[in-house]
């Protein structure tokens, strides 16, 4: 299939769609609008069914309920809404629900602003929700990496039961590259002998829950999750990297932000300074291998986590990093982003000190 | 080469059409195309801009902070993003809504009046492709007959009447570039 | 010999955990023998709610989705779009439909999502242990409203089943009550009806039945009954506020 030019947001929307998503719960909010506004035009044309909800709170809750159905859903908003979700979210990974949730991040917090922002990155991995459970969280930095992930996010979902969150931005939803719908490879998926289907006469009742009044029960639950997390961490890590080799700087960034900091290495590049990218795909489960690798190499002098926030994702290249060599961070928040002059500039002052 | 372009202007004046057009047609040349719009409130009417960016390379980031040139459509765009261009590169000025000259030397500046050429086709609407016209001639980020292609496209079936229109737009924005 | 009654198969086997008196079990048997008979529960997917009920997803011999507080009508939403074909019904207290939950009643109902809901109001949090809840009486106290419930700070109760009937495709609702046999009847008729509404396609269905909480009102349970007849009925006048024949 040829490349066409899609808008991030749309391009996700029929990702999704030909991934076999049919129902989608949504509700409007910037920078994301275009994602339901996509599926209400569509679902209509392929029995699938789009409703727009009261509210976040209860889109998520149909989220809930149709993935008990056993159905493919999808929702998606942006950081005050996603805010709003993290009830249902926590419903839905204590009852160990496939899902595929999108979240376009703006600024914040509070109302914040409607810019792009990495700043729901502790939300999204470190839990957002009450309670001890994860997401499994992909962090595509072009339209065309989005369309594969969602694609792909769907089978992951299945596979280990449990709700993907795809983090964006405002800028990955609203910008257009050129695309190509590929084939997505299919992992061989369970049957969901689990879902609420009816039971025909045939299966004592299934229970789609997450309630454990037990302590010990809700316990013994607790470590179940937890035998799945590390299979997740074992199987699913995804990690992208540019330029390691011989690096003074490690660059850590994931989305957008990593491109502007692939400017920022090729300007420095050209004054001699070899600096590198280490860009995770997946936040959860997080690449801290690859961090403790180039952590390990005699060149590397330092990291520079660089984000869309005042410091986030930091915390975790510091933990895969663990002490071997300094980690600094550079970043702008609230809908600012990083300039590769900016970037570069701040490399070289490290970089100047570390010497 | 890569061409890292802000075309800005009022809401209405096709600034984002402007771009879109222009990467649909560096695309069918199989160039990297981004388009990022400014996005928010300002859609509503106010200020509209977007970073396009056409390469012979991979992209990398898809916001446009250091310009090879800047499109302006009218006054405000022109304080905003007159200092965004790198040296050496090109400011395309619409001049019929702009009585202000640039003030930066070390940057070639081109005076289009985009609208005053549109009016004499007929219509203010093809303002915008005057001025995509002028680009393309100054830079060479897409040639006249791509443009005209997706212009083709986009207007096949009942609207085809307007596409000589925008040829002659595109034709005598070109036409500016000395 | 003849078999002049047995246990619906509409119900597992496990037994009520519900505290001497309150009238869960009897609404449950109602609601589970009604689909039974109308031939419904091997598709039935029921929503059990967050409150006493919570583990009606025990109890109720077809598969159940165990929802978040307030937000059954949202969860069966998604379940009745994924499978239109099944029963879908919600089972919820007063908190949690009329507090919390009430922006995700009034939707479902707006929407006139084909599921029903049965709404037991006996005016108080039971699970929790007796907090005010918006169905309280005025002077009725609860640990929330230990001097009891004064109208100029906590307002009025609110009269779900006479407002949800002003929402057009809100198409059958009825409050019952079950404090006598005559009025079981009566409810177990009105909860057959909803869902033969929800199966013809035609709307929301909604019955709200007045029930008691001997444990949290501080009584025994026939004096929860009296009570619920003096002091609940009169505030929460039975019949029907909305049913199919005057929808067109």
Redesign the interface.
């Known amino acids: 299939m040829a490349k066409e030019l899609w808008k991030g947001n749309e391009a996700v929307a029929e990702a999704a769609i030909k991934a076999g998503c049919r129902f989608f719960f949504g509700y409007p909010i910037t920078p994301q609008n275009e994602i339901p506004e996509y599926m209400a035009m569509k679902m209509p044309q392929i029995d699938g069914c789009f409703l727009q909800a009261e509210s976040e709170v209860a889109a998520i809750n149909m989220v809930y309920g149709a993935a008990g159905a056993g159905a493919r859903v999808m929702t998606s908003s942006s950081s005050p809404g996603i805010s709003l979700k993290q009830e249902g979210i926590t419903y839905i990974a204590g009852a160990e629900l496939p899902c595929v949730i999108v979240n376009m991040v703006r600024g914040g917090p509070g109302l914040g602003s409607i810019q792009p922002a990495q700043s729901d990155y502790f939300q999204a991995c470190k839990g957002g929700g009450h309670g001890d459970y994860r997401l499994i969280v992909l962090a595509p930095a072009s339209v065309q990496e989005a369309v594969d992930l969602v694609q792909e996010a769907f089978d992951i979902a299945d596979q280990y039961r449990n709700p993907v969150m795809i983090l964006g931005d405002g800028m990955m939803g609203q910008m257009m590259e050129p695309v190509e719908f590929k084939e997505v490879k299919k992992r061989s998926l369970p049957e969901k002998t689990w879902a609420t289907v009816g039971t025909k006469g045939k299966r004592k009742p299934n229970v789609v829950n997450s309630l454990y009044i037990d302590a010990a029960d809700c316990h013994n639950h607790n470590v179940d999750l937890f035998k799945k997390y590390a299979e997740i961490e074992k199987n699913e890590v995804r990690v992208d990297t540019y330029n390691v080799e011989n690096a003074e700087i490690v660059f850590v960034a994931y989305g957008t932000t990593a491109r502007i900091v692939k400017n920022a290495i090729n300007s420095l590049a050209k004054e001699g300074i070899k600096a590198g990218l280490i860009r995770p795909v997946t936040l959860w489960p997080y690449p801290y291998k690859a961090i403790e690798e180039a952590a390990e190499k005699a060149s590397v002098k330092a990291f520079m986590s660089v984000e869309m926030s005042m410091g986030q994702m930091v915390e975790d290249v510091k933990l895969g990093a663990n002490g071997k060599k300094p980690v600094y961070f550079y970043g702008k928040a609230g809908g600012a982003f990083p300039t590769p002059k900016g970037i570069a500039e701040e490399a070289k002052k490290i970089l100047g000190g570390a010497k | 080469m890569a061409h890292e372009i802000i075309m800005a202007g009022f809401g209405g004046q096709g600034v984002m059409a402007m771009g879109?057009i222009l990467?649909?047609a560096a695309?069918e040349e199989g160039k990297?195309?981004?388009?990022?719009?400014s996005?928010?409130p300002e859609m509503r009417g106010g200020t509209a801009n977007c970073s396009v960016i056409v390469s012979d390379e991979p992209?990398?980031?898809?916001?446009v902070?250091?310009a090879t040139a800047a499109i302006v459509m009218n006054r405000p765009s022109l304080d905003k993003y007159e200092s965004m261009v790198v040296p050496g590169g090109a400011l395309l000025i619409n001049s019929s809504l702009i009585d202000k000259k640039a003030t930066r030397e070390d940057i070639k500046v081109h005076y289009v009046p985009a609208n005053d050429i549109a009016q004499e086709l007929g219509t203010d609407k093809v303002a915008n492709i005057v001025m995509l016209g002028a680009y393309i001639q100054a830079s060479g980020a897409a040639s006249a007959d791509s443009i005209m292609n997706i212009i083709t496209q986009m207007f096949a079936g009942k609207k085809a009447t307007v596409i000589p229109l925008n040829k002659e737009a595109l034709l005598r924005g070109a036409a500016c570039i000395k | 010999m003849a078999v002049v009654f047995e246990k619906t198969r509409g119900l597992a086997e496990k037994p009520f955990h519900y505290c001497p008196g309150c009238t869960h079990g009897i609404i449950h048997r109602l609601v589970a023998e009604s689909l039974d008979e109308l031939n419904l529960i091997d598709d039935a997917i029921g929503v059990a709610p967050v409150g006493c009920a919570v583990f009606a997803y025990d109890y109720f011999n077809c598969d159940m989705q165990e929802a978040a507080h307030g937000r059954a009508p949202a969860t069966a939403t998604g379940i009745k779009r994924v499978h239109p074909k099944s029963a879908v019904f919600t089972y919820q207290g007063d908190g949690d439909l009329a507090s919390i939950g009430a922006a995700e009643i009034v939707h479902a109902a707006m929407r006139g999502e084909k599921i029903t809901t049965i709404f037991v109001n006996n005016a108080i949090y039971g699970m929790t242990g007796g907090q005010m809840a918006p169905t309280t009486l005025v002077g009725q106290k609860a640990t929330t409203a230990p001097y009891g419930r004064d109208e100029n700070h906590a307002g009025m109760p609110l009269r779900i089943s006479e407002m949800l009937a002003t929402i057009p495709k809100a198409v059958f609702v009825e409050r019952v009550s079950v404090h006598d046999v005559k009025h079981i009847i009566q409810a177990k008729k009105a909860i057959k009806k909803a869902f033969q509404t929800q199966m013809e396609g035609k709307g929301f269905s909604l019955v709200e039945v007045v029930s008691t909480c001997p444990t949290n009102w501080g009584k025994t349970p026939i004096e929860a009954l009296k009570w619920l007849q003096e002091n609940m009925i009169p505030y929460y006048p039975l019949g029907n506020f909305r049913n199919t024949e005057e929808v067109k």
């Open positions: 879109k990467v649909e695309m990297n195309v981004s388009w990022l719009p996005y928010g992209i990398g980031a898809p916001i902070t250091e």
